[in-house]
């Protein structure tokens, strides 16, 4: 049976963090860290080749994340995304601070992240968040809103449906 491409993403994802984890347990052999490096490397111009997509082997993915379309998604290092989340594609989370720190950015469980939006800096998208497509946030976003634009949260009603 075929899998759907963001299901192979996601097998293909921890696949590559298993390597880092073995790479990191046996780094002392400069050998096997070499050829860890390798299969890291790899897995990494597979997510180019095959699915568009950059996904640092540093971020932190839910089993349980729905890529819908895989192509063009960009997570870094220090994402961490938590279950029942579904990425659209051309999302971008994550970016490096000028002063070189990695920022932490949670995604929490249940959000919506729309085509095209970016998702910048050390921020926590709350759950059930629905972020809007080409949406750009770069502040916390309390449970259950929606943004839209450039940082514009509102409310959800209690009787949207945002689910796809």
Do not use: W
Request: some cysteine.
């Amino acid at each position: 049976m075929l899998k759907r491409m963001g299901d192979q993403l996601l097998d293909d994802y921890f696949q590559m963090r298993r390597y880092m984890e073995i790479r990191d347990k046996v780094s002392s052999i400069k050998i096997l860290k070499a050829f860890y490096n390798y299969l890291i490397d790899k897995k990494r111009e597979k997510f180019i080749k095959i699915y568009s997509s950059d996904i640092s082997p540093r971020c932190i993915l839910s089993d349980k994340v729905d890529f819908r379309h895989t192509l063009g998604i960009v997570i870094g290092n220090g994402v961490i995304i938590e279950e029942n989340v579904v990425v659209l594609q051309n999302v971008t989370i994550g970016a490096y601070h000028l002063d070189g720190k990695i920022p932490k950015t949670i995604i929490k469980k249940g959000a919506i992240l729309g085509a095209g939006c970016a998702i910048l800096g050390s921020v926590t998208i709350g759950e059930n968040v629905v972020v809007g497509a080409n949406s750009v946030v770069t502040v916390d976003v309390p449970d259950n809103s929606i943004v839209v634009g450039v940082n514009k949260i509102k409310a959800k009603k209690s009787t949207d449906d945002y689910h796809l």
